[in-house]
């Protein structure tokens, strides 16, 4: 290199004036790092020689020199004067290897491709015009980003297959960088220009469409860019919002598709995407809500508080609230997945459907209701294809829409209630929305994008769990309200229904009180439900009568008090009871007890036998499974007959006819077979069934008693029907503490394991002719 060098020190200006009687050579050699050790100068110089002597503009000496070759730096020579004296060994290079060759090819293209993103592409001839791997490698000198510490590695690398490696890679490395920052400042001058050219096309599309009367007024591209800007969603939901805007703008307004896609946006637009409620940490709070709008319902009230409890551990562990020395072990963060379903199965009125609003009050989130009831097409759940005229989003992607958050709560009214046919199984659909592996990518046929369902709090309704498809229930918990008992419907009408009743028929508070007595007489005549739906009915009706006489005579100077004698004057007289004593007083019928859709019911199995081909006939519409109980009890008595006491040709020549009342009313069920066998048993012997006895299990041919479902209902039916004493299968024992204490305490429970301990319970001792 040949550059020129300011004698800025006394050094330099000792050295240099030694120079010239020395035959103008210099020795240069670069000041050592620090960190190499004590010595003051590296350990390879440069011979270079003086071509000139001059000043600077600045009045400073300087030099003109040109280096010549590296050297090796000995020992310093005794001298008269300042300047440093030392002896040199010049460096000898060996011939460079073919490897170096090949690598040198390599540099130089990189060296002229670095130049070329510099400008500088003169400098192309001057590296092609350098054969010599090793000074091909020294021209790094010239780099003006190369550090001092890497120009002295070059110097001091004296073998030339390592310092063409070495300059190599640094090459590489500044060509990568110089192309990195050159595609980034395409990609942004691209954007640039690409930003511009839309603007200016779309000011000129919207100018084409003024000359043509096309307004665009309603939400036109901007707008809707203007509102996607502001969207809280991800990135592909973003990507398809564009895409379908770009395609707004390219497609006239006279074409049917440009509306399709503008309700299309509006639909996706105005889904709450990212916007969700925040769960309360109140966990006192939250029960004291569920408390106040219910009575009872404890299983569902606890699971409810569980779930907030369980948010509020994995938010303040998340968070870092607990001790250094628990995070570790204890901090789980907040999961997908952190919804809750459940399944509310019970008769009507107890309270399923009003449990979803107070569930929604007590953990601070929206309330939607999505009823099922009939719905038989898979697109009302999954949304109908935009190919269809008409198409629309599925009942689950409008009701996230209404609730205005993505983690609402969603009731799903009597799913049991689902049908199908040829246009699908909505239940089938339900499988992926109620599935917490799957929920959280649900893709709605209209949007066709995914919806995230996993924080949504799913509360189902049926009135029949055997209703539900099994893969359905299986992503489900279930839990049963199996309705209440006397007592508890009087609290309730107390605490709840009174109140709301008094607002809804115009009076105040204070004007008219009700009797703990009328309620329960209510109750006894004119109810005979497993919720409180009709108990609520007869008591608006009450009211309303005293409400028209407060309004014909005007305010009485006191309340109003409805006593048991007002609840029959006012209500007329009470429905009639079954007369249980009446039914059973003739051999051939027995009590039995059932669960139906509006709870559990006693039911009364007649026995008739007459004269003709032995045989079966059964009636009062009864299911596939009913006929084959009645068919197992005939074939168990047949069998039997004499272990039971019977004549052997008891059932000779004599065909049997079992009837279940009412006739009008389907019913189906297994557990129907031990009453079905003690009223043909009771036929037969002469034996009436005991009037205050009810029953209910399944029974095989060998007269082993099968248990049951329903045990809870049955048994609160058998109290509501004045019933004292009940047969249950003695599997089902486990199921007895289901059943309130109170009822317990009234009806006495006989568990049985065969028929015969059934036959033996249940008949009286004596023939009706004794």
């Known amino acids: 290199m040949t550059i020129t060098l300011a004698l800025e020190t006394p050094e330099a200006r000792e050295a240099a004036a030694a120079a010239s009687g020395a035959g103008d050579l210099l020795v240069l050699v670069p000041r050592s790092d620090a960190a190499r050790g004590p010595a003051r100068f590296a350990a390879i110089g440069t011979l270079a020689s003086v071509e000139r002597r001059g000043a600077l503009p600045g009045g400073t000496q300087a030099v003109v020199v040109t280096g010549q070759y590296r050297v090796t730096l000995g020992a310093a020579v005794a001298a008269a004067g300042t300047a440093l004296w030392v002896n040199v060994e010049p460096v000898e290079e060996g011939p460079p290897s073919e490897a170096a060759r090949e690598q040198a090819r390599e540099l130089r293209a990189v060296l002229e491709a670095v130049a070329e993103h510099r400008g500088m592409g003169r400098l192309s001839e001057y590296f092609r015009a350098i054969d010599e791997p090793g000074r091909l490698a020294d021209t790094a000198g010239y780099w003006p980003e190369l550090s001092v510490e890497r120009k002295v590695e070059i110097l001091e690398t004296v073998d030339v297959d390592r310092r063409v490696k070495l300059v190599l890679g640094w090459a590489r490395e500044a060509l990568a960088e110089l192309e990195l920052k050159d595609r980034i400042r395409t990609d942004v001058a691209e954007g640039m220009e690409r930003t511009q050219r839309d603007y200016i096309l779309r000011q000129q599309l919207a100018a084409i469409r ?159 209701r999505v009823a099922l009831g009939g719905v038989r097409d898979e697109a009302e759940i999954r949304g109908h294809r935009r190919t269809y005229v008409g198409a629309m989003p599925g009942r689950l992607a409008r009701a996230i829409k209404d609730a205005g958050t993505m983690n609402p709560v969603v009731l799903l009214d009597e799913i049991d209630k689902l049908g199908a046919d040829w246009r699908g199984d909505p239940s089938s659909a339900l499988l992926e929305v109620l599935d917490p592996a799957q929920n959280h990518t649900f893709r709605d046929h209209y949007l066709d994008l995914d919806l995230d369902l996993s924080d949504v709090l799913f509360l189902a ?128 019928v027995a009590t039995g007890l059932a669960v139906t859709g509006a709870g559990g019911e006693i039911l009364f199995v007649e026995a008739s036998a007459s004269k003709g081909d032995p045989g079966l006939t059964v ?91 329903g045990v809870k209902q049955k048994v609160l039916a058998a109290h509501r029907a004045g019933l004292t004493e009940v047969i249950l299968p003695a599997r089902n024992e486990p199921d007895l503490e289901d059943v309130p204490d109170a009822v317990r305490d009234q009806i006495r429970i006989h568990l049985a394991s065969t028929i015969e301990e059934v036959l033996d319970l249940a008949l009286q001792r004596e023939t009706l002719a004794a």
């Open 210 to 368: 003024r000359e043509l009367g096309e307004s665009d007024s309603g939400g036109g591209g901007d707008d809707y860019r203007a509102r996607l800007d502001a969207l809280d969603a991800a990135e592909e939901v973003r990507a398809a919002i564009g895409r379908e805007i770009d395609k707004l703008e390219r497609t006239s307004e006279q074409s049917p598709e440009h509306g399709w896609i503008r309700t299309w946006l509006d639909t996706v637009l105005e889904l709450p995407w990212g916007r969700r409620s925040q769960d309360p940490m109140d966990l006192v709070g939250a029960r004291s809500v569920l408390d106040a709008d219910h009575s009872g319902l404890e299983e569902v009230k606890d699971r409810v508080i569980e779930h907030l409890a369980v948010r509020k551990l994995r938010s303040e562990r998340a968070a870092g609230s607990t001790g250094a020395a628990d995070r570790e072990s204890a901090a789980v963060p907040l999961r997908r997945g952190d919804g809750m379903i459940l399944a509310l199965v019970g008769p009507p009125g107890v309270g399923k459907t009003s449990l979803g609003e107070s569930v929604a009050r007590a953990t601070g989130r929206h309330f939607v």
């Open 619 to 709: 009636t009062g519409q009864l299911g596939e499974v009913m006929q084959e109980s009645a068919q197992i009890a005939l074939s168990y008595v047949r069998a039997h007959a004499e272990d039971l006491g019977l004549a052997e040709d008891a059932l000779d020549a004599r065909r049997v006819h079992i009837h279940v009342p009412a006739g009008a009313v389907p019913k189906d069920g297994p557990s129907a077979g031990v009453t079905m066998t003690t009223a043909v048993v009771s036929l037969l012997s002469g034996r009436p069934v005991r009037p205050e006895l009810g029953m209910t299990g399944e029974i095989t041919l060998q007269g082993q008693v099968l248990p049951i479902g």
């Open 461 to 588: 309704t049926a009135n029949f769990v055997e209703q539900i498809p099994v893969p359905l229930l299986d992503r489900m918990e279930v839990v049963r309200l199996d309705g209440y008992t006397d007592g508890e419907k009087v609290a309730i009408a107390r605490q709840h229904l009174l109140g709301r009743q008094l607002a809804l028929a115009g009076l105040l508070e204070g004007e008219v009180e009700v009797t703990d007595e009328a309620l329960q007489a209510m109750i006894d005549g004119y109810t005979t439900e497993a919720g409180v739906r009709s108990l609520e009915r007869q008591l608006g009706r009450l009211l309303r009568k005293a409400a028209a006489r407060i309004a014909a005579d005007g305010t009485p100077q006191g309340p109003i008090v409805i006593d048991t004698a007002d609840v029959r004057a006012w209500l007329g007289r009470p429905h009639p009871r079954r007369d249980v004593a009446a039914r059973t007083a003739d051999p051939g």
